[in-house]
């Protein structure tokens, strides 16, 4: 299955969801640290990171290009403009999508200058020609602008000012091995913790100008799925309950209150992740059910329950895939409230996958 786009129909109306759009990101800018001591979380990547700067900083020269993974949501662009800001450089930010020709990152580099930062959002979808030139432009600083068409087109080398790329990438598989060689610092960012997602939302809600109880951030942080882009957007809707419908106060009630209303529940599930484990449970005796019939049982698209319900079900250990399909485990029936069957979910008869419901 295909990677679902930020702000596709499978996302755009969660709340839970990892991406952001162009607004949200708006918001996000505020909220964001501008040094590395601000950064909550990721503690082996920033320590790295810092010695990495500092060095470079030391030296009176570029640091070695920076790649960042992991999934969305985490910090990699705030990261990216800590880079900038530590540096004391101009940063230049564009994506993977809006390079669709080697041109397009000529343009692009060409335009840089000693220092600069650039900054290339999920670097795994860069075309392939502009990969092959983002290649050398990133070890020997250089491009070949090709003048003339045909058998008599040439490349004129173009020298370029020393600069420091920073790749952002949800899917570092999908990275070619040449590409991925050429960063010299490469840093994984890990889920957060919620004592880790408690001081985000603490830090936030000051940035905000409103005071929140710290019994209500621990409610919130439980319920973020580890992620700071969502302990943000569930302060903000919290924020939004105590104003219209509370006294004001961020408390426990109105967390409690105003995640309710949003359907998030203690762990951080939502309506779509609610529907797809009591299908699996309930019409399907915990599974194994294949994918495409799982979809059609909650309404959605199979990509949709694959890229967007399911990565956090499984990683909660509420779902496990396996070769017959989808299983829920004993943690899933529980979250429930269900008594699971005697018989193990995955031992008893298939459900095939051919997108017919049972019967009645």
């Known amino acids: 299955m295909g990677e679902v786009p930020a702000g596709s129909t499978g996302e755009r109306d969660r709340i839970v969801a990892p991406s952001a759009d162009e607004i949200e990101r708006a918001a996000e800018a505020a909220l964001r640290p501008k040094r590395l ?26 640091p070695d290009h920076v790649l960042l993974s992991g999934p969305p949501g985490l910090g990699k662009t705030t990261l990216a403009m800590i880079i900038s800001g530590e540096l004391d450089a101009h940063m230049r930010l564009t994506s993977g999508p809006a390079i669709q020709h080697a041109g397009d990152l000529a343009a692009v580099l060409s335009s840089l200058e000693e220092g600069d930062v650039l900054f290339i959002d999920e670097i795994h979808r860069l075309a392939r020609p502009a990969e092959e030139l983002l290649y050398v432009a990133m070890e020997d600083f250089r491009v070949d602008v090709i003048v003339g068409k045909g058998a008599g087109a040439s490349a004129i080398p173009l020298a370029l000012p020393r600069f420091t790329v920073v790749g952002a990438t949800t899917r570092s598989g999908l990275l070619p091995a040449p590409l991925r060689d050429r960063f010299g610092f490469t840093g994984h960012m890990d889920y957060y913790s919620p004592e880790e997602l408690e001081r ?8 905000l100008g409103v005071h929140l109880e710290h019994t209500a951030a621990h409610e919130i942080a439980g319920r973020s799925r580890g992620t700071p882009r969502i302990a943000n957007r569930l302060l903000r809707r919290v924020r939004d309950w105590a104003q219209v419908r509370g006294d004001g106060r961020l408390d426990l009630h109105a967390a409690k209150s105003a995640l309710e209303v949003y359907e998030v529940d203690p762990i951080g599930l939502d309506r779509l992740d609610r529907a797809v484990l009591t299908a699996l449970c309930t019409r399907f005796g915990g599974g194994p059910v294949g994918l495409s019939t799982l979809a059609m049982t909650v309404g959605e698209e199979a990509e949709t329950v694959e890229t967007v319900a399911e990565p956090y079900l499984v990683r909660e250990g509420l779902v496990g895939r396996t070769p017959r399909g989808r299983v829920a485990t004993p943690a899933a029936w529980q979250h429930l409230g269900l008594t ?8 008893g008869p298939d459900i095939p996958d051919t997108g017919t419901l049972p019967g009645p």
Not at 50 to 55: F, G, H, I
Not at 340 to 347: D, I, L, S, V
Request: avoid cysteine.
């Open 37 to 62: 001591d601000d950064f909550v979380g990721q503690r082996v990547v920033r320590d790295q990171l810092s010695l990495v700067l500092q060095a470079a900083v030391a030296r009176g020269n570029p």
């Open 200 to 207: 985000v939302i603490l830090r936030s809600s000051g940035l």
């Open 340 to 347: 699971p069957p005697t018989q193990p979910a995955g031992r």
